[in-house]
């Protein structure tokens, strides 16, 4: 596949330094295929991030490039040996007048199911230059569940081109960065395009609370790179969700299929690029959580947590119930064995993704200076505040 250079939404760089760095201390490789990751507050620190993102019309580029980085984000979080819980929330914003004033998608782990609403953001509205900044940040600060662990870095990511409306009566950035300072949440702000009204507020936004400002061009600037090996770590993905089987109440298995819904839509909806990147994050350790969700019924069974002759007929998956014991046995094995296949045979591709990604960068220079760099640098000390370290850098 002919390579190219993307140019990528800041939203989505911002997104990447932030999930590159929880790269850090060794985890139990035998585990790593086998049991259902869900990570726990007392086994892992958690990372909390929330993407305030302005939607208006003159946001249109960085909202698509946005959709094509996040998976390149995931693989880079899986690289690592062990990654803490990684939850994103997303606050869209526009103004008063527009089809929305602000719509909020609470912290999840669940990156499918974040993806999938990402997709449907478009750029549509504003027309003036302020826009509602700060109901937008009040929704990120007061309506999201912020973890309360200690071991947990926080952080709020301000991306849009407009100042704040000063002129509405509502509660005002200076006293949200302070709530947010309360709950040990970091705002960073980043700038796009060079309206000179915005330079101010965004500015002291990132100083009240301890974060960092950046200003870039409309678009962002971030490199991505296409590869050869992408359709068919997307071919082989599409074949490693379809071994998961749901178990459990009636509740917990429709709840799973709207995981499952959601990763059908980005495999309609996705480019094969960015299912290549998902492919690799969900064959590696830190992706188990995100491709198997709760009452996965296969992982559960490979590590022995599950007997399933202690399962009562409603709990299980709609395709065993018809199935005699030992056929619904035979059947979950078969599947078990097909996902370590499908896991090895995307990871070989991965690597050989990484060392062409490799190649790349080096002849790009090193990209040493770019953008991507310097935020993953400023979350590199914000996350060392909060008592978390990492030797990495971005990937490209």
Known sequence: MKTKLLGIALFGLTLATVVYYPQLMARNAGADATINHHLTASENPRVDVVFVLDTTGSMGGLIQTAKEKIWSIATTMASAQQAPEIRIGLVAYRDRGDSYVTKVVDLSADLDSIYATLMDFEANGGGDTPESVNQALYDAVHKMSWSQEDRAYRAIFLVGDAPPHMDYNEVRYPEIVASARGKGIVINTIQCGDIPSAVGPWTQIASLSNGEF???????????????????????????????????????????????????????????????????????????????????????????????????????????????????????????EKREDLYRQIKELAQDRDGYLARKVDEAGGLKSSLDQKLYDAVKDQAGAAGLDYEDGPAY
């Not at 962002?220 to 997307?234: L, M, N, Q, R, S």
């Not at 074949?239 to 990763?263: P, S």
Request: glycine fraction near 8%; charge should be negative; avoid cysteine.
């Open 214 to 336: 950046f200003q870039v061009e409309q678009a962002g600037g971030a490199v991505a790179f296409t590869t050869p090996y992408d359709e068919k770590i997307a071919e082989l993905s599409a074949k490693l969700d379809d071994t998961r089987l749901y178990y459990g109440t009636e509740e917990q298995k429709e709840r799973m299929q709207g995981k499952v819904a959601a990763t059908d839509k980005l495999h309609e909806g996705a480019s094969i690029a960015s299912r290549a990147r998902r492919g690799a994050f969900n064959a590696s350790a830190g992706g188990r959580t995100n491709l198997l969700g709760e009452n996965e019924l296969v992982a559960a069974y490979a590590s022995g947590s599950i007997d399933l002759n202690e399962l009562d007929e409603d709990a299980l998956p709609a395709a065993l119930k018809p199935m005699a014991p030992a056929a619904q046995e035979a059947y979950v094995a078969e599947l078990a």
